[in-house]
T-cell receptor, first 110, second 114 residues
Framework: QKEVEQNSGPLSVPEGAIASLNCTYS??????FFWYRQYSGKSPELIMF????GDKEDGRFTAQLNKASQYVSLLIRDSQPSDSATYLC??????????FGTGTQLKVEL | DAGITQSPRHKVTETGTPVTLRCHQT?????MYWYRQDPGHGLRLIHY???????DKGEVSDGYSVSRSKTEDFLLTLESATSSQTSVYFC?????????????FGPGTRLLVL
């Protein structure tokens, strides 16, 4: 069974700091990787996706992928209170289906 | 949530009654999905569709059925609701082809089975 693992948190960081969210996956055949943000009581919304090893930056967000280690991470620079949410990692291994982790709760403190 | 609506948004029902949830999209995407989200379990796939009248089971399909008679509509039916089906249900859509596997989610339906 394909698995995606995330630390449930909560991860607490001070405002302005870098938040680092991590995800590991079991299926070596996975091709693409996604980060979603979910505010309490709302639906998941896409932050970014990454296909290739290395870093991908989009504004304050950087996704990092290491396929050899089966590891994907999301860095949030200059964290703001509005970044407080649950972050879901998702992995695509084929068949147009995604496998989701259970999410990491991030709290950005003033 | 743009282009994806779910109805109803909230529903309270009694054990043993059938319940149908509707997902409607205006994006003309081929793939549609139904998930449930529960504390500690994350998002779990119930059923998905890869075209009109083409559906397949996900990891938690027992007690659920689906139908897709039009590209834009995907219905989820709880045949005889049980308390264990109390959850938040999300519909999602995606396209086809490389780079099209990104899923976009509807606003969700909160279902309480008493």
């Amino acid at each position: 069974q394909k698995e995606v693992e995330q630390n449930s948190g909560p991860l607490s960081v001070p405002e302005g700091a870098i938040a680092s969210l991590n995800c590991t996956y079991s299926d070596r055949g996975s091709q693409s990787f996604f980060w979603y943000r979910q505010y309490s009581g709302k639906s998941p919304e896409l932050i970014m996706f990454i296909y290739s090893n290395g870093d991908k930056e989009d504004g304050r967000f950087t996704a990092q992928l290491n396929k050899a280690s089966q590891y994907v991470s999301l860095l949030i620079r200059d964290s703001q209170p509005s970044d407080s949410a649950t972050y879901l990692c998702a992995v695509h291994g084929g068949g147009n289906k995604l496998t989701f982790g259970t999410g990491t709760q991030l709290k950005v403190e003033l | 949530d743009a282009g994806i609506t779910q109805s109803p948004r909230h529903k309270v029902t009694e054990t043993g009654t059938p319940v149908t949830l509707r997902c409607h999209q205006t994006e003309n995407h081929r793939y549609m999905y139904w998930y449930r989200q529960d504390p500690g379990h994350g998002l779990r796939l119930i059923h998905y569709s890869y075209g009109v009248k083409d559906t397949d089971k996900g990891e938690v399909s027992d007690g659920y059925s689906v139908s897709r008679s039009k590209t834009e509509d995907f219905l989820l039916t709880l045949e005889s609701a049980t308390s264990s089906q109390t959850s938040v249900y999300f519909c999602a859509i995606s396209g086809t082809g490389v780079g099209q596997e990104t899923q976009y989610f509807g606003p969700g339906t909160r279902l309480l089975v008493l």
